[in-house]
């Protein structure tokens, strides 16, 4: 297409997503579950359908000589099918945020001022290859009464194609607008850049994958964008933590799921207990496969177990069986380490000492600061949000697990009796 | 100063206030008040100083020509810094909103899970002539615990410099990081443009001041705005309203003081009544000096009171005594236009409708939506929320007037007694 043509098509989305959003934001929480659950249904019908259609994505994706991992994310298996339904069914059963009025007081002027909370209106997701991304974000903004605009890698365009097909079928069926969800349906960059030029039609723009992509769409951005950056989470272990407590925590948080933002990369362990539990940890994290870099006096301690760390290693976000190891002189150099090199995701401190972890609790600035427990929990399901869309690394809006909630804003309702103002 | 230069000095100012971020968001609420008290003092002993550097910018800003009305906004009264003492001790008097922990439930896993609600870090305001902005909102950043850089009117900047130099004397005396208010100490536009760049250091940009400055911002800046655009406010006139009522509430909406964005700029008329109610309310306008712009019918209904609108005047911010009436067929086509020409800000409907008052109140997407009470309620002080920084006309963040607590965030803290994920 050439950019007038795209520019057109972008125009024509972003108006009927508008126009739907007003239709979506007024459906009430029952046709909206009902929708979710016949999607499920409708998934699980068209099977054959949908299979075909990551068919012809699989064969041009490994055409181009596509890394096996990428080619992973991009199946969709009967299993994958079976896990967007659980996901459906999830959502479905979630409480409706949109409606909820509340601090509704009486003002001295005499009129009664409430927030209502209501959607954002039109979100814009933009994602890499995995085409589940396609159902489980349409459901969470549907379900939060906003209108969708997705944006999939260009390599799972049929995959997208064939899911928003199946789930416009449904709202067709209810004689719901249909554009309430809308995949771009051409793969040109450009499409991309004129989406995120549209401030007037879209209210948000939710990118998800690596940092690239959304430094990328912050750049490019007019439109309000909710940044997951990367996970860098540290561990203060804190002198007179716990130490058995403390070796099972740091375990879970490095190996349970090494691949995942909220695990472990940064261990920091208070000098006093450094020459005991620093040998005994790393044996830990040895058997366990880990590869530990850690600062001089660690090295020191730990012999073969742990190596040098370089200067680049400190902050690194590995996702994988790897940590730094620092040895530090108390609390004050642990957060400032912290401050320094973390990515305010999710930091947690292991101790006994109240005054210390009251101290860790308000003064470390991340999206999770937890006590005595793995970073691991950092996580919409664990915090009791439901599911979740991103975790936000940065302030504005949310800051942490975004669920339904996160999706909406509040708007102000006043109640009068004819007042005016003085 | 050459690009390098300018570079050096953002770089700087930005790393001060990242470091005072801390002390500032640590700092317990009752020696932020102490300091706000003591910044009014200060005020007031240094008045001389304070008016001799404003004298400068004035005697700059005459040379140069410009107009009276800029003149006024930018020159510092006794009256005024009288007003900004008092803006002071209003925020000292605010309750501090950092530290409240909400929402702490025990999880199935066993850790215990809420939110701390923490300032933002550093904001940076940029905004137009008003020399006692820069003191405004100094005072509600500190209040809320965020470090602030100013960057006020190119005209503005002796008076803004004196104003910051009081206040840091007086964070100087506690022994407090003087880096928490700054003002960018020259002019050139690209201090703003760099500052923009930012976003490793700043949490949020507040332009305050016209569109044209809100739209400028937005498209250069990597880190969030909030936005506060036009205020293109509606009022509905239902067939049933009580029609002295409406009067009473409309003329209070456009009359009281046309200049703010929570004026009345159009008003939509229920056929049912435009007969009757139209004269009656074009006379009370008349008589108060607003001139009438209408549909074809509304000039047919009221003679000479109205003239005819043209296309471009429907969603035009007035802020003056002017505004658009239209005869509409029903509610729907008051939502359609209040849709297509509103601006988010205020919208209102006057009715004795149960069933219409709801539908406008759940369906109408603005701030502040309202029944039966004058636009000009929609403001910080009268909602209950204290001094305001502005309102949002996006939903991001904060949607409506925003107060203190729309200067913070929330984080998740976790308290655990060494749980793990299974």
Redesign the interface.
Known sequence: MDRTQIEATVLDMVNKAKAAA?VI??MPAALKNTILLEVGEALIAQQAFILAENAKDMAAAEQKGISAAMLNRLQISEKGIKDMVQGLREVAALEDPV?EVSEM?R?P?G?T?GR?R?P??VILMIYESRPNVTIDSAALCLKAGNAVILRGGSEAINSNLALAKVLQEVLAKHAVDPAIVQVLSFTDREGIDCLLQQ?EYI??VIPRGGEGLIRAV??KS?I?VLKHYKGVCHCFVDEDA?QE?AI??I???KV?RPGVCNALEGLLVHREIANEFLPKVATALKEAGVRILGCHRSCLLCDEMIEPAGESDWGTEFLDLALVVRVVADLDEAMDYI?RYGSKHTEIILTRSYERSQRF???V??????????T???DGG???LGAEIGIST????A???MGLKELT?????????????A
Chains 1, 2 share one sequence.
Not at 365 to 374: K, Y
Not at 409 to 421: C, D, L, Q
């Open positions: 007003r934001g007024a409606g007081r003002r002027s009129i001022v209502m209501v954002l209106g401030e209210d948000l912050t750049e007019r309000p716990d407590m099972r925590v375990l879970n948080a349970q401050d609790l308000r003064e600035d991340a999206s999770a600061v937890m006590v005595n427990a793995s691991r929990f950092n664990q915090f009791g940065t302030k504005l809006h800051y942490g697990p804003t509040r708007k102000f309702i006043v109640y009068g009796a004819g007042e005016t103002r």
